[in-house]
């Protein structure tokens, strides 16, 4: 539900097993609206920034699979469907 809190600006997501050791200034600095690390053609969401956003939010759920929206475990499926049914399509990210 990142994408709905529009009270910030620019949010950077850290995984639990990530450590953060300088600044991180230049995160909230990206300019597109979601930017991922894409390791080997997958993205890897373990450190994403992303502007909120409603209009994206209800994109993805409509991008998304019925079968994925009522369990969201399997991580690296979603990442699928959001890289190939949605980012690959959207114009304002960087990988």
Known sequence: RMWR??????????DADILVVGSMDSLFQVGC?????????LLNLGVMV????EEVFQ?????????????MTDLREI?????HQFWTRHKDWAG
Not at 50 to 53: F, K, Q, V
Not at 60 to 68: F, I, K, N, W
């Open 50 to 53: 992303i502007r909120p956003s």
């Open 5 to 14: 809190m529009l009270q910030y600006t620019s949010i950077v997501y850290l």
């Open 33 to 41: 609206r979601f930017s991922a690390v894409v390791i080997r053609g």
């Open 59 to 71: 994109e993805l759920v409509r991008a998304m699979p019925e079968d994925l929206l009522g369990d």
């Open 79 to 83: 990442d699928q469907v959001w890289q």
